[in-house]
């Protein structure tokens, strides 16, 4: 069922990216299209990996999904100080604020880096139905990069939510941030995904919210 879900999510993902492309005005906050990408690519191969099979070229694949994850995932920390001044919150317009959103922006690729990218090795998982090369790594928890993103997310959230009575974000937010903290077994491993799917849903929305309000747009 699991293949299902995720092919789903990847269509869902495309239905995102198209709806940005043609409703956003191309401010800084359209950063969010590479994340979307990424997350395409992501879902798709969990989608289709057990057409491959195992071999090298999964493997090569699923190496891709670590390294645009990695990569993209820490710019929503940088789309969090976008969105905040595209909506005219002067907040965010402080140097030591922009330095600070800068340098966790920073932290968190190298956080992922050291934690999950140098040495990673890959070996093959199958699990309700999807055939994919994960980490042979056991987790513990919420990855340190994960929780350095949320926290940018939640401060520009917060801050719109206070001077723009925009909920949306906080609402995404706070749902990503509790699928992230408890673990929900109903038979199947695609629930974060839609945590995340719904993350992703709410920052599109607010990125093409803002950067359509020309009341307070500043760029």
């Not at 990424?38 to 057990?50: E, P, R, S």
């Not at 100080?81 to 922009?98: G, T």
């Not at 880096?113 to 090369?133: C, D, I, K, M, W």
């Not at 929780?147 to 001077?163: D, E, H, P, S």
Request: net charge neutral; hydrophobic share 60%.
């Amino acid at each position: 069922m699991d293949p299902y879900i995720f092919g789903f999510f990847a269509l869902a993902y495309i239905v995102i990216l198209i709806w940005g492309i043609t409703k956003h005005k191309k401010t800084a906050s359209a950063i969010i299209f590479f994340v979307i990408l990424a997350l395409i690519y992501d879902n798709a191969i969990l989608a289709v990996g057990h057409l491959f099979g195992e071999g090298e070229l999964l493997k090569n694949l699923s190496y891709g999904r670590f390294w645009l994850h990695a990569i993209f995932t820490p710019t929503l920390i940088i789309f969090s100080l976008f969105v905040m001044r595209e909506a005219n919150i002067q907040f965010a317009y402080k140097k030591w604020v922009a330095f600070s959103f800068g340098a966790l922006w920073i932290l968190a690729m190298i956080v992922e880096y050291f934690t999950e990218l140098s040495g990673l090795e890959l070996a093959p998982q199958e699990s309700y139905g999807v055939l994919n090369y994960s980490t042979t790594e056991a987790a513990s928890g919420p990855p340190l990069m994960i929780l350095i993103v949320l926290v940018a997310l939640l401060i520009a959230a917060i801050m719109l939510a206070w001077k723009r009575k925009w909920w949306w974000m906080l609402v995404g937010t706070i749902f990503m941030t509790i699928g992230s903290a408890f673990p929900i077994d109903i038979g199947s491993d695609a629930i974060t995904n839609a945590f995340e799917l719904f993350l992703i849903a709410t920052l599109m929305w607010t990125a093409i919210h803002f950067s359509n309000d020309r009341a307070y747009k500043k760029f």
